[in-house]
């Protein structure tokens, strides 16, 4: 089975620091995601790489980059973290477009 | 644009009750796919059925079953006999062709109550 491994399951960060999530999968999948899940809101996508080096914004892309310089490993930056990005965070991996394996996630608390 | 609605933010029911979840979907494509997803308290979304537009036959899978009727854009997930193992917020997502992303819904948190 593929495996999506985030490397923080809880995290809790001061505002103002330069936060890194991790996210590696193991089964050579091309496309990577980044998505934020709240309460009532669902599941927002980040950012998207389909590519070593290549990346899309998705719909909240404000205040996060991302890093993707081997195929195995996709992160999440908030460059100087703020409360509002307190949440939890999935990272997802495929192989082809409908088939989706996701992470554990990793639920991020900014003080 | 396309929306996915799971109206029902929570539901509690009794153990082997039958539940169902609601998902009303909006889109303008011919072509699209629906998904949903458990997300049990580990965290991570676990797939559990896809069906493409074209495709309106219901499926049942043990104790899940889907119905899914274009006429009145909905995908609407059953499970029969309830277990204290269903307990979780279940997604329903909606994807099409020619993007990369899917679009979910806000979820349903199901308690299973024993």
């Known amino acids: 089975d593929v495996k999506v491994t985030q490397s923080s399951r809880y995290l809790v960060k001061r505002t103002g620091e330069k936060v890194f999530l991790e996210c590696v999968q193991d089964?050579?999948?091309?496309?990577m995601f980044w998505y934020r899940q709240d309460p009532g809101l669902g599941l927002r996508l980040i950012y998207f790489?389909?590519?070593?080096?290549?990346?899309e914004k998705g719909d909240i892309p404000e205040g996060y980059s991302v890093s993707r310089e081997k195929k195995e490993r996709f992160s999440l930056i908030l460059e100087s973290a703020s409360t509002n990005q307190t949440s939890m965070y999935l990272c997802?991996?495929?192989?082809?477009?409908?088939?989706?394996?996701f992470g554990s996630g990793t639920r991020l608390t900014v003080v | 644009a396309q929306k996915v609605t799971q109206a029902q933010t929570e539901i509690s029911v009794v153990e082997k009750e039958d539940v169902t979840l609601d998902c009303v979907y909006e889109?303008?494509?011919?072509?699209?796919?629906l998904f949903w997803y458990k997300q049990p308290p580990s965290g991570e979304l676990v797939f559990l059925i896809r069906?493409?537009?074209?495709?309106?036959q219901n499926e049942i899978s043990g104790r899940y079953s889907w119905n899914f009727q274009k006429s009145t854009s909905s995908f609407n997930f059953t499970i029969t006999a309830s277990q204290v193992v269903d307990s979780a917020v279940y997604f329903c997502?909606?994807?099409?062709?020619?993007?990369?992303?899917?679009?979910f819904g806000t979820g349903t948190r199901l308690k299973v109550l024993a």
């Open positions: 997802a991996s495929s192989l082809v477009l409908l088939s989706y394996t």
């Open positions: 089964m050579d999948h091309e496309n």
């Open positions: 790489s389909y590519d070593v080096k290549m990346k």
């Open positions: 889109t303008r494509d011919t072509t699209y796919y």
């Open positions: 069906r493409n537009s074209f495709d309106e």
């Open positions: 997502a909606h994807w099409f062709s020619g993007t990369y992303k899917y679009i």
